[in-house]
């Protein structure tokens, strides 16, 4: 063989060899980053229905109590004692009866006024939200920047030789919504 012979493959096997370590390396954080994705999809299916629930429960603790007192107002106007009224015992026990009842609503919604809640929850549910939905777009777009510098890495030279020859590489499929409608993120409904 001749000196230029050699030359021309040692030249061609240190080329191919600069895909050795790239293609794995590069495969490699792109499924890293497919699992990041899923772990974020995985966040928001654990996440948002513990979320939801507990707003629901607050949401219907203070709606208890808010009807009760609505309630108990409401009863207390229709219980009317004139100056005439006065004089009959049966009338002014009932309203006394329901001006009690009301105070004792009135309350129980200064005690747990405190731990009225529920608009809290609210913000707190809508944050989380838009953190969870950002979060799993920030996933897929590292998770398509990583296909792109894989699907580059096995088709550019010298690194496509070595992805041809020893790795058999193939391009990776970036992430596209699939789902209909999947550009729209999904409705949160509070009710039964």
Same mark, same amino acid.
């Given at each position: 063989?001749?000196?230029? /012979? ?12 600069? @895909?050795?370590?790239?293609?794995p390396?590069? *495969?490699?954080n ?5 699992g *990041?994705v899923?772990n #974020? ?9 513990n +979320?939801v629930?507990?707003?629901? /429960? /607050? ?15 409401a009863a207390a106007?229709t ?6 009224d006065?004089k =009959? &015992?049966a009338? $002014?026990?009932?309203?006394?009866q $329901?001006?009690?009842?009301? @105070?004792l609503?009135?309350?129980?919604? #200064? *005690?747990? %006024?405190?731990?009225?809640k529920?608009? =809290?929850?609210?913000?707190? +549910?809508? !944050?989380q939200?838009?953190?969870t939905?950002?979060?799993i !777009?920030?996933?897929?777009?590292d %998770?398509?920047?990583a296909v792109?510098? %894989?699907? $580059? !890495?096995i088709?550019?030279f010298p690194?496509?030789? @070595?992805?041809k020859?020893f %790795?058999g590489?193939? &391009?990776? $499929? &970036?992430f596209?919504a699939v789902?209909?409608?999947? *550009? ?6 509070? @009710?039964?």
């Amino acid at each position: 063989m001749t000196f230029r /012979a050699i030359l021309t493959l040692a030249a061609a096997a240190m080329l191919s060899a600069c @895909g050795l370590n790239s293609v794995p390396t590069a *495969e490699e954080n792109a499924k890293a980053k497919w699992g *990041e994705v899923q772990n #974020q999809y995985q966040r928001r299916s654990d996440l948002i229905p513990n +979320l939801v629930a507990t707003v629901k /429960a /607050a949401g219907a603790q203070e709606k208890a109590i808010l009807v009760e007192v609505t309630q108990a107002r409401a009863a207390a106007n229709t219980v009317k004692v004139s100056g005439d009224d006065l004089k =009959d &015992p049966a009338k $002014v026990q009932q309203f006394a009866q $329901v001006q009690g009842a009301l @105070g004792l609503s009135l309350q129980r919604l #200064q *005690e747990a %006024y405190p731990e009225l809640k529920s608009q =809290d929850n609210y913000a707190t +549910l809508m !944050t989380q939200l838009e953190g969870t939905e950002n979060r799993i !777009t920030n996933a897929r777009r590292d %998770y398509n920047t990583a296909v792109q510098s %894989y699907n $580059v !890495t096995i088709r550019t030279f010298p690194d496509a030789i @070595g992805a041809k020859i020893f %790795y058999g590489a193939k &391009p990776m $499929v &970036p992430f596209q919504a699939v789902t209909p409608g999947a *550009e729209t993120a999904p409705k949160v409904v509070f @009710g039964s």
